[in-house]
């Protein structure tokens, strides 16, 4: 009984100070539902327990308020609320994208706020740990900050979610959308799971598209599905000019459930304290710190040193594959409690270092006197700033672009602030190498054969000799986008536009542009 008089307490205050405001609403900002299908929006059965299991490594070791944990929200029934309440809350929302509301958008509503009240609940626990990174890149790229709530209906914010298709991360990137906004997947790191990085790329991918439809609904859908499947609904539907709404019936399922229940998010986490949820535990916002790794090193190096489980590090940073951070020319951070990371620190870095993942030179067991590489090198960096390219980079160093591709193995990749690349290369005097033999237990009287001149190969030479090539390109088809011809061609966007001289996404029918240097 006091939950339903609270509940009734709530919709009479907020009902009355907005009616209050003469904030009166005309059916034209209402969207009409008749011609919405009937579809019950079902969130996985599974998805609260792997959300209970997920929050529970997230708070091992940390002591709550008064040592005792919130009581969890329980489903609660659905009060019989008139639609005109939920517009003029909704109205009250301050937001930088306009909302919708019809009967799908009030299903998805009391979805979460009655239905789902243990999620919605998880999902306050868990956005006080990921909201204020996501926030921040919304921010630098001058984007609604409430777009954070996407990630709740990607991966109702768990950073090692994957889809049955094969989408990752907080974003749910696929592998060739992750490539091209310049995210790192190999066989031990998948950056599409990096709560940081991940959010960085959507943002830069949130804003081409932005750039496309310039509306926001839209833009969701296309990042759902895709901008073919919405330029098809929306051909389909007649035209440019029409909304999200007017294409519902003609896009793929899942998107049309998707921009509601992102509305039904919203509003729920909004007004949840006013409805009686809470987080989903009773605590200090965790208090984490990043590490910069500075050589390759294990989680059971760091377990070791830190008294962390293996298990608690990998739920800080699902990003490393096999409980292993590589260390390269890009250098990588951990995310870890604050105590953890001050014990780091007052280790010696070279104390960090697993050495068994380090590269060692191997004896063959053969007659012959081992022998010095004589091409060793030493390698010269620098750290990428804002707004530099591999062009102004190398002109800096007085190298060339291939050069820097080369030695950081970028291929068609583009770079980003804070990476730390090679920008020269050295070979390493004799007494260097004598040191490097003596390290590895080889006698430091070897003998190195003397150099000698090299031949060039009958592929140099006829290659000295040959036509010099000319870049790929690509006619422009009716309904490509550069964005499109990007993942088509997996080359990244920034140099896309940048290689043809384009500005944003100016292109024509028939047009055509170079997709390779």
């Known amino acids: 009984m006091n939950y339903f008089r609270s509940i009734v307490c709530i919709i009479a205050c907020l009902g009355g100070s907005l009616l209050m405001t003469g904030q009166n609403i005309s059916s034209s900002q209402t ?54 309440v939920y517009i003029r809350m909704m109205n009250h929302i301050p937001s930088g994208i306009r909302l919708s509301y019809n009967s799908v958008v009030r299903e998805s509503i009391e979805l979460y706020l009655f239905r789902r009240r243990p999620l919605l609940s ?52 696929m592998l ?12 031990l790191v998948d950056e599409r799971m990096d709560p940081v990085k991940g959010t960085e790329a959507a943002c830069k991918m949130l804003s081409d598209l932005y750039r496309i439809y310039k509306d926001w609904w839209l833009v969701m859908a296309a990042y759902n599905c895709g901008p073919g499947n919405v330029n098809r609904a929306l051909a389909r539907a007649g035209g440019s000019g029409k909304t999200f709404w007017d294409i519902y019936n003609y896009l793929p399922r899942e998107t049309r459930r998707y921009v509601p229940l992102y509305i039904g998010v919203y509003f729920a986490m909004h007004y949840a304290k006013q409805y009686g949820i809470r987080p989903r535990e009773l605590g200090r916002t965790l208090a984490t710190e990043y590490y910069q790794v500075k050589h390759e090193v294990s989680f059971s190096k760091i377990a070791e040193l830190t008294g962390l489980s293996v298990e608690q590090i990998k739920t800080y940073n699902p990003q490393f594959r096999r409980g292993l951070v590589p260390w390269n020319a890009e ?71 291939k050069e820097i591709r080369q030695w950081n193995g970028l291929g068609h990749k583009g770079i980003r ?85 384009i500005k944003g996404n100016n292109i024509k029918v028939g047009q055509t542009i170079k997709v390779s240097k």
């Not at 060739?176 to 066989?187: D, E, F, K, M």
């Not at 590489?373 to 990428?384: E, G, I, L, W």
């Open 31 to 84: 969207i009409n539902s008749p011609q919405l299908p009937k579809e019950s929006l079902q969130l996985p059965a599974t998805l609260d327990l792997e959300l209970e299991q997920l929050l529970q490594r997230w708070y091992e070791g940390y002591e709550m308020r008064n040592g005792v944990p919130m009581a969890i929200a329980a489903p609660a029934p659905v009060p019989n609320v008139a639609d005109s």
């Open 417 to 501: 602030s804070g990476m730390r690349i090679i920008v020269g290369v050295k070979e390493t005097t004799a007494k260097e190498r004598t040191a490097v033999v003596d390290s590895t237990n080889i006698s430091s009287k070897a003998i190195t054969s003397s150099p000698t001149s090299k031949e060039p190969s009958k592929s140099e030479s006829q290659g000295s000799k040959g036509k010099k090539a000319t870049p790929k390109t690509h006619t422009i088809n009716k309904g490509e986008t550069l964005h499109s011809i990007s993942r088509k061609y997996d080359i990244p966007l920034d140099e896309l536009r940048q290689i043809n001289h």
């Open 176 to 187: 060739p959308s992750a490539r091209i906004y310049g995210l790192t997947v190999n066989s």
């Open 331 to 401: 250098p990588y951070q951990l995310r870890l409690p604050l105590k953890a990371v001050l014990k780091l620190e007052g280790y010696n870095p070279e104390e960090i270092r697993s050495h068994e993942m380090s590269v060692r030179e191997e004896g063959i067991s053969t007659q012959s006197t081992p022998q010095i590489a004589s091409n060793s090198k030493q390698y010269s960096y620098h750290r990428v700033g804002r707004r530099e390219t591999v062009e102004t980079i190398a002109h800096k160093y007085g190298v060339t672009t």
């Open 122 to 173: 998880a999902m306050m626990s868990l956005g006080d740990l990921y909201f204020p990174d996501i926030e921040a890149e919304l921010d630098r790229h001058h984007l609604p900050l409430e777009l954070k709530y996407l990630t709740i209906v990607e991966s109702a914010l768990n950073p090692s979610a994957v889809s049955p298709a094969g989408a990752a991360g907080l974003w749910q990137f």
